[in-house]
Nanobody, 128 residues
Framework: VQLVESGGGLVQAGDSLRLSCAAS????????MGWFRQAPGKERVFVSA????????YYALSVKGRFAISRDNANNTVYLQMSSLKPEDTAVYYC??????????????????????WGQGTQVTVSS
């Protein structure tokens, strides 16, 4: 499985940025996809996730209303649109994936938990 992130960079506070993650090696439409981030000196934390169909989306409270996750199952790509960026959003952003559960109800905790596959990460730096 390969997850390749792109789109990171240096921006100013208030700017927008879109991260992309191209996935290969698994059936993309079977997998939950997500993003985690790790700021300098801090633990890696959940940012956002999306279920296999794209119907259900989940966000950390710190980014809710500013970030939007989406996926393109035809092109095996997941996106993270980041708006109104703040200096505290500065971190390495990691794309993640795992097999999804195609049931009637899946706990939000499933999408905020551990993931099997991780990308190498892309740096996002927001200057004040």
């Amino acid at each position: 499985v390969q997850l390749v992130e792109s789109g990171g960079g240096l921006v100013q506070a208030g700017d927008s940025l879109r991260l992309s993650c191209a996935a290969s090696g698994r059936t993309f439409s079977d997998d939950a996809m997500g993003w985690f981030r790790q700021a300098p000196g801090k633990e890696r934390v959940f940012v956002s996730a999306i279920n296999y169909s794209g119907k259900n989306k989940y966000y950390a409270l710190s980014v809710k209303g500013r970030f939007a996750i989406s996926r393109d199952n035809a092109n095996n790509t997941v996106y993270l649109q980041m708006s109104s960026l703040k200096p505290e959003d500065t971190a390495v952003y990691y794309c993640v994936s795992k097999e999804d559960i195609k049931g009637n109800y899946v706990s939000e905790g499933y999408y905020q938990g551990t993931y099997d596959y991780w990308g190498q990460g892309t740096q996002v730096t927001v200057s004040s």
